[in-house]
């Protein structure tokens, strides 16, 4: 179990930050903050790219933040902080989800894969890979939700999840471009650089079937 | 974000007594709505009580020859279940036609069902809302109204419920299972479960303080070709302007229930004899005293059209 020295830190700084709200709280004062919103710490155990991690936080932290800024595993992005773009999108127990949507305290024992997990520089993911060969992404901001998400999209398929677009309920959904364009619309893309994402996870999930029309 | 402390409930009683011993506690499921408003302070909970551990997310088979699907269940997994979706096909599509994959990954049945309304007034905090703040007014009426309500509102909210399962869950005359905070339990008709906002639009169930949800269960199928028609403003990730959840027998009799139009979802029995008869004779009883304004009146003949669509499909 390895704990971190910036963990260590930064509870310290929220254990004074607290103190000197609860201090300043009985002056009145239209810009102190009041006591009861002192830091409530907690611990957690998450085990995040094959390694134990354990962490003293603000209740307050969710995933997402727990990630970056106590693991300093900024690969996972901060894009909206409200479950609408998908920039944070980590794979958590196998499945996919929205890290800003969920409270690391909520996570204990469980194993959480980032970007960071799935590939390096030198060894590159194949979805990594594909996305370069594709030119799946513009100013990059998405791009490790989107690869995480396509991760665990394409596995949702091989478990024969179905989505709105699979026209038989009772069938294994097809890979289609309907399919991949319609379980992919939790992932943001500013840039707008949604054709060559498809092709990037199409060539990596072994090409498409052709479907009926979007 | 307002600090708050965090336990985890060992038992579905004792997690409904802990919350009412304390105004500010809640429960906390999925977290995909609760948290997103917890950001922006609409909601402020000084103690949170996550459900996580208490293992309510099966479903099973009932000796009634219903389901039983746990509180727990995720949206993903009650959408892809295989009974669901064989017997009871259009829960499986309100699901998949609602959130994002990874929402869905998260978002469990009983939090579906108590999700709150995204009528933007809600979540702009700086204007007055009677959701928010009891009494303070409405903004949305005499404000941008396209998205609200055109049925069953007071003058104190026009706001819609959002949810695509709800309207399934209602079609099919789903009971929700609820332990109370002195243990015990009982089964609220979905008919029974959301309320209308009236004077208090703040009060959206028929939940007691402290009251949890344990299961919702479904009925014995009934058959028939089901559909969930969901019209909105993108082709996906988006919430009904209005939808249309239906099942439809051979001899053209059904039910019919539609979302994005009410505080609940909105099914009217009565209604339903005319579906032999056509989309407009049974939408003309089914949207019976509605209230429109100028930028919503169209739901009501997107309401028409998108049953009228269900309708034509084959039904073998």
């Given at each position: 179990m390895v704990e971190q020295s910036d963990a260590g830190l930064s509870?310290?700084?929220?254990?004074?930050?607290?103190?000197?709200?609860?201090?300043?709280?009985?002056?009145?004062?239209?810009?102190?903050?009041?006591?009861?919103?002192?830091?409530?710490?907690?611990?957690?155990?998450?085990?995040?790219?094959?390694?134990?991690?354990?962490?003293?936080?603000?209740?307050?932290?969710?995933?997402?933040?727990?990630?970056?800024?106590?693991?300093?595993?900024?690969?996972?992005?901060?894009?909206?902080?409200?479950?609408?773009?998908?920039?944070?999108?980590?794979?958590?127990?196998?499945?996919?989800?929205?890290?800003?949507?969920?409270?690391?305290?909520?996570?204990?024992?469980?194993?959480?894969?980032?970007?960071?997990?799935?590939?390096?520089?030198?060894?590159?993911?194949?979805?990594?890979?594909?996305?370069?060969r594709h030119d799946g992404y513009q100013c990059g901001y998405c791009t490790p939700g989107q690869i995480c998400s396509a991760k665990a999209m394409l596995d949702e398929i091989k478990a024969g999840v179905p989505s709105h677009v699979t026209a038989d309920l009772s069938d294994k959904p097809k890979l289609t471009e309907a399919e991949l364009r319609e379980r992919m619309s939790g992932n943001i893309c500013r840039c707008g650089a949604y054709s060559n994402i498809v092709e990037a996870i199409a060539e990596v999930a072994g090409g498409l079937v052709k479907g009926e029309p979007a | 974000m307002r600090a708050f402390t965090y336990e985890r409930a060992r038992t579905p009683a004792e997690a409904a007594a802990a919350a009412a011993s304390e105004p500010g506690a809640r429960f906390i499921a999925g977290g995909t709505n609760l948290l997103d408003l917890m950001k922006l302070e609409i909601e402020t909970p000084r103690r949170l009580i996550d459900l996580g551990g208490l293992k309510l997310d099966e479903i099973k088979a009932t000796r009634d020859g219903g389901l039983r699907i746990g509180a727990l269940a995720r949206n993903t997994d009650l959408a892809a279940d295989k009974r669901v979706r064989k017997d009871y096909p259009v829960l499986s599509r309100a699901l998949l036609a609602g959130a994002s994959g990874q929402l869905r990954n998260k978002a469990t049945t009983a939090g579906n069902l108590l999700q709150r309304t995204r009528c933007p007034y809600f979540y702009d905090t700086n204007m007055p809302c009677n959701k928010r703040s009891p009494g303070a007014g409405c903004s949305a009426i005499g404000g941008f109204t396209r998205s609200h309500a055109v049925l069953g509102t007071s003058e104190a909210c026009i706001a819609t419920h959002p949810s695509d399962m709800a309207v399934a869950m209602r079609l099919l005359d789903a009971g929700v299972e609820t332990v109370r905070p002195d243990g015990a339990t009982r089964t609220i008709p979905i008919a029974e479960f959301h309320r209308l906002p009236a004077e208090t639009p703040h009060i959206e169930t028929a939940l007691a303080p402290g009251e949890l949800i344990t299961a919702v269960t479904l009925p014995k199928p009934v058959g028939g070709k089901q559909a969930y028609h969901k019209v909105r403003d993108r082709a996906s990730y988006a919430f009904a302007l209005v939808s249309v959840a239906t099942i439809i027998h051979e001899d053209g009799s059904g039910r019919v229930a539609l979302g994005g139009v009410a505080h609940k979802p909105w099914r009217v029995e009565?209604?339903?004899?005319?579906?032999?008869?056509?989309?407009?004779?049974?939408?003309?009883?089914?949207?019976?005293?509605?209230?429109?304004?100028?930028?919503?009146?169209?739901?009501?003949?997107?309401?028409?059209?998108?049953?009228?669509?269900?309708?034509?499909?084959?039904?073998?």
């Open positions: 509870r310290r700084g929220l254990m004074a930050v607290g103190v000197a709200s609860a201090a300043v709280a009985s002056a009145p004062s239209a810009t102190a903050a009041p006591a009861q919103d002192a830091p409530i710490l907690a611990t957690v155990t998450l085990e995040v790219n094959d390694r134990k991690q354990t962490l003293h936080l603000d209740t307050r932290t969710t995933l997402l933040d727990a990630l970056r800024e106590h693991l300093k595993l900024t690969g996972t992005k901060k894009g909206c902080d409200h479950g609408q773009c998908g920039a944070c999108t980590v794979i958590v127990e196998g499945r996919r989800i929205n890290a800003c949507l969920t409270l690391a305290v909520m996570h204990e024992g469980d194993t959480i894969t980032t970007i960071e997990g799935l590939g390096t520089p030198e060894r590159l993911h194949p979805l990594q890979a594909a996305f370069v | 009565e209604a339903e004899a005319a579906m032999p008869r056509g989309a407009k004779a049974t939408t003309e009883a089914l949207l019976s005293g509605a209230r429109t304004t100028a930028q919503n009146a169209f739901k009501l003949t997107l309401a028409e059209r998108a049953l009228g669509a269900a309708m034509a499909q084959p039904r073998g």
